[in-house]
């Protein structure tokens, strides 16, 4: 059973930094492309940021120049680093990764079940 989890959320100041990590449980074939999503306290579902199996990445303009998504293939770790943060970054965040298993699996995508981030003014 692949599982993903997230850890290193928690409370900070505005303006100050947190790095989320999403390791996959076990490890699989392939890891393709891994995302970042948050939901609001507003209740509104928002895509973050995404890389695919090399290093191209893509940020949503909200956190452009603030978050980086990395990974460490090694690791089967997905990183979000968040510089900079706001009060309207509080959310949870949750990753998600398309994930071969073996040689022989299509790719599934799969979610871990978040954690809070909570950025004070």
């Known amino acids: 059973q692949v599982q993903l989890a997230e850890s290193g959320g928690g409370s900070v100041q505005a303006g100050e930094s947190l790095r989320l990590s999403c390791t996959v449980s076990r490890d699989v074939f392939s890891i393709n492309t891994a995302a970042w999503f948050r939901h609001t306290p507003g209740g509104q579902r928002e895509w973050v940021a995404s890389?695919?199996?090399?290093?191209?990445?893509n940020y949503a303009d909200s956190v452009k120049g603030r978050f980086t998504i990395s990974r460490d293939n090694a690791k089967n770790t997905v990183y979000l680093q968040m510089n900079s943060v706001k009060p309207e970054d509080t959310a949870v965040y949750f990753c998600?990764?398309?994930?071969?298993?073996?040689?022989?699996?299509?790719?599934?995508?799969?979610w871990g079940p978040g954690t809070q981030v909570t950025v004070s003014s």
């Open positions: 890389i695919n199996s090399g290093t191209a990445t």
């Open positions: 998600t990764a398309g994930i071969r298993t073996d040689s022989s699996s299509r790719i599934r995508n799969y």
